[in-house]
Structures are given as structure tokens and as C-alpha cells.
């Protein structure tokens, strides 16, 4: 992968973008997408929306989420503790011992996660962490020198942890889950304007805001768009590390491509294409199957009102929802390829109808 990327890619997962305090994310997003792009908008709530071709009457989406999983400051005790509530679906097991930045008025305040040392616990009614027990320590010793930094109810807060390449193979952030997705169809905007290839229908870019609390950036940015197709991307559970079960969650691995979902948000006809792109491209992928939901911004776009035809391209990732969330980059360039191959051979007014 190009040195230009990576360090794109790198600076982009360094910055924070909670859920609900998306937008300096979502200023980087685009201003490395804009040399590849006609035009942009953006909504009330922040999702970002690159486009090419944007007068053309047949509407492709390609999408990713922007947010990541944060913390609010929902009470501060009287001698400087403070206590929290959750911005999505954030670990509290992981939390003892992390670092953190408070995003204040007045900027970043650095706190930590306390937790007891072990000499300290009853080891036969030994505590584990909870999110009636985690609390951050910010280094005051009353709730006066607590709020004399900015700190309030609803300051939010996220994992101080950064970037890096691990063994030459794999990349390793906090919010992999989904930047990343903002990383690949960035990737494949890129890809189109330096191959110089022509589409013959319009291609929205779509970095949408607040997937982790309920894929509520996608609903909103689906019924203004109102696209014919989508293809969402999104990461999943490598079942290849320790304590999974893959009789229950599936066998997906870092390392052998992009994963194509089966389930009832998935429209069989746009899989069905993809399957034969990455077969006749020789594109390596896996196979997995989800239930009534894919949990991702897919079913937001297949269940809006028009009831757009969609698809998902997930990138296996080991350790979802920590500070060190891991992905093959071979399997972020497949994802890139895929989604280049995919929209270079498709025409315009492609009816995926299953009856006609």
C-alpha cells in the first residue's frame, strides 16, 4: 500500500470522532477525498457525502461509518471522581489502567481509569470492573477543580491510543471499527479519478455519522439520497483468535480477504454480482451469515423508505470495540479492489429487482 495512504489512514484513526462529535474526523475524510471528487454536502448531524457525477439520474452509494465508541461524564463526585455513562458500546472490562481525553471548551483534559491495586482486593470477593465501579481520575481533588477545567455532565471522553503496524502486516488502532470503511471507499475515489476511469452513473461517497448507536447517520442521509444501490462496508469478528466459537460465530480469518455477508438485508442480486466480480478477478473473500440484522448501516439503506437494493463488504477484524482493534492490510487492499472492480463493470439503470 502507497506511503501516502497509510499515513492517511493513520492520522485519520489518531483523531478522535466520538458519536455525536464526528465533524474534525469528517474535515479530514474530506479534504483527502476532495481532489477526487465533483462536489460534496453535508447534513445537519454531519455525515459527509463525496460525489462524482453528480448530475447523472442512476445513484450508486458506497458507505462507511465515521463514528467511534466514547464515554459521557454522567456524575462527578464531590472529591474529583467522575463516573460515566456509555456513547455506544464501550468496554467497561477493558477500561482499569487506560488513559483518556475529556473534550472540553477549553480542550483536551487528560484523565485515567483508576482501579485498586491487587494487593488492596479481597481475592475470595474479588470486584470485577463495571460500570457501576470504573471511574476516571482527571487529577483534582474536589468537583470545584473538576468543573475549573471544562469538565461537565456530558463531557465526553475517549481512549488516548494511536497507530501502528504490527510485524509489517497488520494495522493496529482504535476505531479500526470503521474508519477503516472511511479509509477504503476514500481509497476507491482515488482509485477512480487516477485510473481515469469513467462511470456512467453518479457515485456518492458516503461517510455517515452515529452508526454505533443505532445506524441513525445512514437512515437520515438514505432518504436524501435515495440511491438504486449500496454497498456499505463495515468490519467483523476474526473467530480465528482465542474464545471464539466458530459453530456459533462463524470461521472468518484475518488474512483471507473481505467477507460478503448472506442474510435478509443483503440483496441476493447485488451479492450474486459481487461474488462473480471477485471470482473472475481472482479477489480473495470469505463467506458469513448474519440473522434478522447485519448490525451495519446495510439494513438503514435496504429498509428505508424506498427500499434501496444493498449489499456489505466486511474487513475481518480481531478485537472489536478495544484501543487495539487489528486488520490484515491485505485485506484492506482486497476491499479496496473489490469495490474498484465492482463499480468499474457495472451499467447504468442495473435493475436488481427480483421480479420484473
Known amino acids: 500500500m502507497r506511503k501516502e495512504s497509510v499515513n492517511f489512514l493513520e492520522k485519520y484513526l489518531n483523531n ?27 447534513d445537519t448531524y454531519g455525515t459527509v457525502v463525496g460525489v462524482i457525477n453528480p448530475k447523472a439520474e442512476y445513484r450508486v452509494v458506497i458507505e462507511a461509518h465515521a463514528d467511534e465508541i466514547s464515554w459521557y ?105 470503521n474508519r477503516l470503511g472511511g479509509f477504503v471507499i476514500a481509497e476507491v475515489a482515488r482509485m477512480i479519478k487516477e485510473k481515469k476511469k469513467k462511470l456512467d452513473f453518479g457515485l456518492y461517497i458516503v461517510n455517515s455519522v452515529q452508526e454505533e448507536v443505532g445506524l441513525r447517520g445512514a437512515k437520515m442521509i438514505a432518504d436524501r439520497i435515495n440511491p438504486d444501490l449500496a454497498i456499505v462496508t463495515d468490519v467483523t469478528h476474526d473467530t480465528h483468535s482465542p474464545m471464539y466459537n466458530k459453530k456459533l460465530q462463524g470461521d472468518i480469518a484475518c488474512g483471507k480477504g473481505p467477507v460478503l455477508i448472506y442474510g435478509p438485508s443483503i440483496q441476493n442480486n447485488v451479492l ?75 451499467k447504468p439503470k442495473r435493475d436488481f429487482r427480483y421480479i420484473k
Open 73 to 177: 461524564v454522567n456524575y462527578i463526585t464531590d472529591d474529583g471522581y467522575l463516573y460515566l455513562r456509555r456513547n455506544g458500546g464501550s468496554d467497561h472490562q477493558i477500561a482499569p489502567s487506560m488513559r483518556v481525553n475529556i473534550r472540553t471548551k477549553k480542550g483536551i483534559v487528560k484523565a485515567v481509569f483508576g482501579w485498586p491495586a491487587i494487593h488492596v482486593r479481597d481475592k475470595e470477593k474479588e470486584e470485577t470492573p463495571t460500570m457501576k465501579n470504573i471511574f476516571l481520575d482527571c487529577g483534582c481533588s474536589t468537583k470545584k477543580e473538576v468543573e475549573k477545567l471544562g469538565i461537565h455532565v456530558g463531557s465526553v471522553a475517549t481512549f488516548e491510543d494511536e497507530f501502528m503496524i504490527l510485524n509489517n502486516n497488520y494495522f493496529v488502532g482504535r476505531a479500526l471499527d
Open 272 to 346: 450474486n454480482m459481487i461474488l462473480e466480480v471477485a471470482e473472475k478477478k481472482k479477489i480473495p473473500f470469505q463467506r458469513e451469515a448474519v440473522s434478522n440484522s447485519s448490525g451495519t448501516d446495510t439494513d438503514a439503506f435496504a429498509y428505508s423508505k424506498s427500499g434501496v437494493a444493498s449489499a456489505l463488504i466486511s474487513v475481518p477484524l480481531k478485537y472489536m470495540h478495544t484501543t487495539v482493534e487489528t486488520v490484515h492490510q491485505s485485506d484492506v487492499e482486497n476491499a479496496i479492489k473489490l469495490y474498484y472492480e465492482v463499480l468499474a463493470q457495472l
Open 16 to 42: 478522535a470522532s466520538p458519536t455525536g462529535y464526528e465533524t474534525a474526523g469528517q474535515k479530514l475524510w474530506l479534504e483527502y477525498i476532495t481532489p477526487y471528487i465533483d462536489e460534496y454536502f453535508s
